[in-house]
Structure formats: structure tokens, C-alpha cells
């Protein structure tokens, strides 16, 4: 008999699953590249006409609450989006639609730079909206899917600073501009460099590796909000993201008219540079996510609220330099918050993290659309010390959320 009639066949060794991307390595630096492009574009895309309600103000011969609608309009079509395109990506993939979402949204920015008058610019608006409901709560969830649970408060972080800067960069561009030339222009200008951002994204993000594909549909949407509605601590980080985004959209919606107005008088370009306080959220969020790797979300999310608290009621003051020193670390509070929360999120679902995610991004956009215009009326009524008391209320809320979820108990180890 011979020898190889007898040998027992030699079988392939199973492949091991892939591993998660973890800090340090190539594939981390590359994902987070695209991340914070992600963030960029999001947040300049949709927040580039928020400088510029005043101008809206006066070309469309408009009050404050209805130049708010330019922002509020996007930020509810985009919450409404987040929940559909969560869906779609359960069956598609993560990357395609978040490019996709990013190219689109740039280039309806650019349209807008054509509106002929303010309806055509508000439908142009709630289009952007919708094609950017693709790309938050997916880029969560992707990074939920690929990263090591304990680099995942960094690399969320890295995120958010993306879109702290993104919110930056839009504000000053368009304010800058708008002053020197026209909004048209400065509107157009952002929509060219997020068609730039969504290519380097495209180009960066490593696909991903531990996605699987649901084919149930829109059936399993049902089951996968009760899941996640029913869990104790997520409705909870879903209430937190409405109030934390109403408060913040709207102190940066009517800190301009503040501003602008007396006994201040400052200029256009000299409000918008305001917008620079936004670069504190790029360090704010990554020191948020490591102290909660370290610490834990429990232990450190009421904590960065009261930040948020504290600066908003220092903006009470006439003063101008205290007001800047209220609304900077009003904003450093906010994208800390954010960054322990959302990435709470992503630890707290243990399935269906697209649609857990979508579900925190819809409350956090629908808090900003709601109380971002509801505020305006209040301004109009109260002005300033009207603004704050409606914020503090909303912040005031947030906190005793922050502190009831201290006492929330993990699901397992990861989630701290």
C-alpha cells in the first residue's frame, strides 16, 4: 500500500478572527485620521450658518427665531435621518454610507451657496441634514465595532475633537468671510472642503473587520428599540444627549446677537472668532475619554457637567472677558461630556450598536433643533439673563442625570 494512500490528510488551520484595532498600531492612526476628518466635516457642514444668523437676520428680513431654522431645520431632519441610515448600514456596511453621507451633505453646503432666497435655502438645509444622518451614530458605531473596549474612550475622543474643530473652522471661515466678502461665498468655500474631507476619509478609514451584516431589515427595528429603551441606564445617556446639544446650540446661536449688539458692538469676524474656544473641546474630549478608560464613565461625567453649569452662569456678567471665560469653559465641559457619554453608548449596547447610537445622536440633534429655536423666542422676550435661565434649567436636569447614573450598574468588566 502506498505511502500516501494512508497519510492522514494535513487540514488548513482555522483562521483566527481578526483583532480589534488597538492604540498604538498603524491601523489605529489611520482610522482615527478619518475620524477626525469625520468629526470636521459633520460639524462645519452642519453649524457653518450658525455665525451667520444675524446676516440671515437682515437679508431675509427674518426675527432670531426664524434665522434659527437655517440650523434647526438640519439638525431635526439629520435626527430623523440617524435612525434610517442606522438600518441601512446594518446591511450595507459602515464605510460606504458614511462616505457617502459626507460627500453628499458637502455638496449640498456648495448649492446653498446659490439659494435664491431663504425657503430655497432652508430645503437645501434639511437635504444636508438628511444625507448627514449617515455618518454620526455610523462612525460610532464602526468605532464601537473595530477598536480595543479600552482605547475606545481615546479613539471616540479623537472623534470628537475632529468635530470640535470642524465646529471651529466653520464658524470662523464663515464669519471671516461673510464680513470681508459675502455669506454666499463663505458657505461655498466650507462645501469645498468637506468634499476634501470626505475624500481623505474615504482614502484612511481601514474597512471594517468585525461588522455582520443583518439581514431582518426593518423588521428587527421594533426589537432593537425596545432592547435599548428598556435598558436602564440608555434612555437615560439619550435624555442627557437632548439637553447637553439644546443648551450648547443655543448659547453659540445667540452669544453672536449678544455680541454683536450693545454695550459690545464687535464686528462680525471679531464674534466669529469666538469660534476658537472650540479648540479646547479638541483637548477636552480626548482628556475626557482617557480619565473615563481610567476612572470610569460613572465617576466622571457629572463632574465635566458642572463645568458646563459653572461657565454658563459666568456669562451673566457685563464684562466681556468673564463672558469669554464662561463660554470657553462652557465649552470644554460640553465636548468632555460628550466624549464620556457617546462612548458610553458604545460600551453600554451590547447588540445593534448602529441603532443604540442613532438613538443618543437623534435626542442630541432634536435637543439642538427644540430648544435651539425655543431659546430664540426667550432671547426675544428676555434677552440675555432669559437664555440662561432656560440653559441652566436644561443643565440643571442634566446634572441630576449625570449623578442618578453613577449608581447604574455595569452589564459586565468592559463597561466601567
Known sequence: MSTAATATPILPMPSKPASRIAAGTADFKRSNRAMFFGGFSCFALLYCV?????????????????????????????????VVSSAISERLGRKPLMVAAMAIAAVMTVLCAFAH?????????????????????????????????????????LYISGSAFGGMAGRVITSVLSDHFSWRLAVGIVGVAGIMAAWEFWRSL???????????????????????????????????????????????????????????????????????????????SVWAGKLADRYGRRHV????????????????????????????????????????????????????KALASALYLFFYYLGSSVVGSATGV???????????????????????????????????????
Open 301 to 352: 461625567l457629572w463632574a465635566v457637567m458642572a463645568m458646563m453649569l459653572t461657565g454658563l452662569l459666568l456669562t451673566l456678567s457685563n464684562w466681556l472677558p468673564l463672558i469669554i471665560a464662561g463660554v470657553a469653559l462652557f465649552t470644554y465641559g460640553f465636548f468632555a461630556t460628550h466624549s464620556v457619554a457617546s462612548s458610553w453608548v458604545g460600551r453600554r449596547a451590547l447588540s445593534n
Open 378 to 416: 426667550m432671547w426675544e422676550r428676555s434677552g440675555w439673563p432669559g437664555v440662561v435661565m432656560v440653559l441652566g434649567a436644561a443643565l440643571g436636569l442634566g446634572l441630576l442625570v449625570a449623578l442618578r447614573l453613577r449608581s447604574l450598574a455595569p452589564l459586565g468588566a468592559a463597561e466601567k
Open 117 to 157: 432666497n431663504y425657503h430655497q435655502l432652508l430645503a437645501m438645509r434639511a437635504l444636508l441634514g438628511v444625507a448627514l444622518g449617515g455618518m454620526p451614530a455610523i462612525a460610532m458605531a464602526y468605532l464601537g465595532e473595530e477598536i480595543e473596549p479600552t482605547s475606545l474612550g481615546l479613539s471616540m475622543g
Open 50 to 82: 450658525q455665525p451667520l444668523m444675524p446676516l440671515l437676520s437682515h437679508e431675509f428680513a427674518l426675527s432670531a427665531a426664524q434665522s434659527s431654522l437655517a440650523l434647526s431645520i438640519s439638525t431635526a431632519a439629520l435626527a430623523v435621518s440617524l
Open 206 to 284: 481601514p474597512p471594517s473587520r468585525h461588522f455582520t451584516p443583518s439581514h431582518g431589515g426593518w423588521r428587527t427595528l421594533p426589537a432593537g428599540f425596545r432592547l435599548h429603551l428598556t435598558d436602564a441606564g440608555l434612555p437615560w445617556m439619550f435624555a442627557l444627549a437632548f439637553l447637553l446639544m439644546g443648551a450648547f446650540v443655543s448659547l453659540y446661536n445667540y452669544i453672536a446677537y449678544r455680541l454683536l449688539g450693545a454695550p459690545f458692538g464687535l464686528s462680525q469676524s471679531l464674534v466669529g472668532t469666538v469660534s476658537f474656544l472650540y479648540l479646547l473641546g479638541i483637548y477636552s
